[in-house]
């Protein structure tokens, strides 16, 4: 009993003092300061600099391709060449003359793809055409509260364009801008740039023969430009979380790279889509659909001639058997409306001699003509009954009967009518 008792008393004494040396003060914990060899500092890994402005601080970073580089099939010199007046048509005459050295490319990298008020954009790149080359600047905000910095900044630097051009940025990109510039209760600067979305061009030209007209579609399919090891689009957001909550910079730069290889390409298929609407007949185009995009778009620019040329140029190029048959309608119909009456004639006749979508059409284009031009009502009612074999409608009954009454009236009738 006596050796508990001296066991209890000394274990009291070993916890009194380990009572009495914590009972002080605790030491100050040192700061965790980031570590530059793990690269926790975007200024160690990308060249650039924190720039201060009265709202705080940001990031920016700088990269110039030079004029003897080029990307895909486009050289960079040629940016600086591009006419004042090219974005004119394609603009609907909104941007009637511009130099390229106004143009500012804008692209964003964003916190969500859906847009709305919880939406950041937290990487937005200005590519820029100058006479070294083409220019980007990237403005990038390190956390959230960088945010009015960046804005404040970015409405600086786009002072000195007046031509927004983008890639679906009307849908997106300015609209989310203007809705952190009011957030911020900043001033956008959009007010005074006029705006021309790329992505409208390129579909009139493309959807015809490709899939998908995303950007980086254009970029492998137009431009012949294949990236490697690029982040997709749709990890971004997910990666810049993991940045704020790690505050590990190397694992944004990846973005960075993402997003200028987005403006570059903008800006190369600058130099293709809107020079394609501004001369149709000098249009460098190697297929036959994307020749259909750009007559489309001029038949409805009210220019037959020019579009009726690019049609049969399309034509003569080749097309598959569901865009040829479309085309050769088309073309009838736009012969018929310049008054030549005998080349209509001569495609519709190929169209209704042949299995195709528009052959019911045709042949009640036949009997039209027939009846109404020549009035060779038998031949007008053989083209309607080789049509109601093919499509029993009531328009085609209708015809098939007047044509019948016409025919079983008496001669001396009607010479007399």
């Known amino acids: 009993m006596e050796d508990i008792r001296q066991q209890l008393a000394a274990l009291r004494e070993h916890l009194a003092r380990i009572d009495r040396k914590w009972a002080g003060p605790a030491p100050p914990v040192a700061p965790r300061v980031p570590d530059r060899i793990n690269g926790e500092f975007i200024d160690q890994l990308l060249s650039g600099e924190i720039v201060a402005t009265p709202h705080g601080e940001h990031f920016e970073t700088e990269r110039l391709w030079e004029n003897h580089r080029r990307h895909g099939s486009v050289y960079i010199s040629d940016l600086a060449e591009l006419p004042a007046d090219l974005l004119d048509p394609l603009s609907g005459g909104e941007i009637a003359a511009a130099p390229p050295a106004r143009w500012a490319f804008l692209d964003t990298e964003t916190t969500g793809l859906a847009g709305g008020t919880g939406t950041y954009a937290f990487l937005v790149g200005v590519g820029s055409i100058d006479a070294q080359g083409f220019r980007l600047r990237q403005f990038f905000m390190r956390d959230y509260g960088e945010e009015a910095s960046l804005l404040h900044r970015l409405g600086e630097y786009l002072a000195q364009f007046d031509v927004l051009i983008t890639y679906n940025g009307k849908a997106y990109d300015q609209p989310l801008l203007e809705t952190r510039f009011r957030m911020a209760r900043a001033r956008h600067p959009f007010d005074r740039l006029r705006h021309l979305d790329l992505l409208f061009g390129a579909r009139r030209l493309w959807k015809l023969r490709l899939e998908s007209c995303r950007l980086v579609e254009l970029e492998s399919r137009i431009l012949g430009f294949e ?127 042949s299995p195709n979508p528009f052959r019911v059409r045709a042949l009640e284009q036949l009997a039209k003509h027939y009846e109404h031009r020549e009035k060779n009502y038998s031949m007008a009612l053989e083209m309607t009954l080789q049509a109601l074999q093919l499509e029993d409608t009531p328009g085609i009954r209708r015809r098939q009967q007047r044509l019948k009454a016409r025919l079983d009236r008496p001669r001396a009738r009607r010479l007399a009518l």
Not at 311 to 330: C, H, K, M, Q, S
Request: charged letters at 25%; one cysteine or more; hydrophobic letters at 45%.
């Open 227 to 353: 990236r490697e090891g690029d982040l997709p689009g749709e990890m971004i957001p997910y990666v810049y979380f993991d940045y704020l909550r790690s505050k590990r910079a190397f694992r944004v730069v990846p973005i960075f790279h993402h997003n200028a290889i987005d403006i570059l390409t903008l800006a190369c298929l600058t130099a293709i889509v809107p020079l394609a609407f501004r001369s149709p007949g000098d249009a460098a185009l190697r297929h036959g659909a994307d020749y259909i995009g750009l007559a489309r778009w001029l038949e409805q620019a009210d220019r037959s001639g020019e579009a009726l040329r690019l049609y049969r140029r399309a034509v003569e190029i080749g097309l598959p058997d569901e865009l040829l048959f479309r085309t050769l309608w088309d073309i009838a119909g736009l012969e018929r409306r310049e008054g030549r009456h005998d080349a209509a004639l001569a495609v519709i006749s190929d169209l209704a001699a």
